[in-house]
């Protein structure tokens, strides 16, 4: 079974400063997809940035970069010029290419932001 | 907003009780799931719906839950003699086939067994 692992339980960052946040995740798979997930305080849950893992180039969207090592099998989350809306919960997610779509996610990393 | 909506978001009912949340998705997403998420915890895959067929469903779901979704568009879940360890935030989804890469979540039932 595919597991995801973030072991930062809560991060702090100053605003305007750069925060990287850790998920390794273990599959059999070599096809699959990865996801950042961002849950604020009482909101819905949006996708923050995905990455097929297919692809070598590194997944990029505005401010949220990621650093992906296939072999190391683990997924970090840039956020560069971290704001004060960036404060939220971030959940690192896989789902396999086909059978269902489910995604499986980690425990999550709380983000805080200090002005 | 992304567009799913759930109801209630909050529930309080005592244990043995019987509830029942609905999912209503971005309507013209044919593929419909659900999670549950426990305090500190990410979310945990249910099931899943594509159309009105119930395609998978987790060893989370006991045969006290139970999922619908008639006529493939809004969804239920229930559950029957509701347990103090039923207390989570129970969240859906839904997404296209075509693009299932991405799911959009609603805001979660927040549910509590006194």
């Known amino acids: 079974a595919q597991t995801v692992t973030q072991s930062q339980p809560e991060m702090s960052v100053q605003e305007a400063e750069t925060v990287t946040l850790s998920c390794t995740y273990d599959?059999?798979?070599?096809?699959?997809?990865l996801f950042w997930y961002k849950q604020p305080p009482s909101r819905q849950m949006i996708l923050v940035i995905r990455q097929e893992a297919y692809k070598q180039q590194n997944a990029t969207e505005n401010r949220f970069s990621v650093n992906f090592q296939k072999a190391a099998k683990s997924f970090s989350l840039k956020i560069s010029d971290s704001q004060l809306g960036d404060a939220a919960m971030y959940f690192c997610a896989y789902r396999r290419v086909e059978y269902g779509n489910k995604l499986v996610f980690g425990a999550g990393t709380i983000l805080r932001v200090k002005s | 907003d992304t567009g799913v909506s759930q109801d209630p978001r909050h529930k309080i009912t005592k244990r043995g009780q019987n509830v029942t949340f609905r999912c209503d998705p971005i309507s013209e997403h044919n593929r419909l799931y659900w999670y549950r998420q426990t305090l500190g915890q990410g979310p945990e895959f249910l099931t899943y719906?594509?159309?009105?067929?119930?395609?998978?469903k987790s060893r989370l779901l006991s045969d006290r839950f139970s999922a619908e979704r008639p006529k493939g568009s809004f969804s239920t879940l229930e559950i029957q003699r509701t347990e103090q360890g039923d207390s989570a935030m129970y969240l859906c989804?839904?997404?296209?086939?075509?693009?299932?890469?991405?799911?959009?979540f609603g805001p979660g039932t927040r549910l509590t067994v006194t």
């Open positions: 599959t059999s798979e070599s096809d699959y997809y």
């Open positions: 719906f594509q159309n009105e067929a119930q395609l998978e």
């Open positions: 989804a839904s997404s296209l086939v075509k693009a299932s890469y991405e799911q959009y």
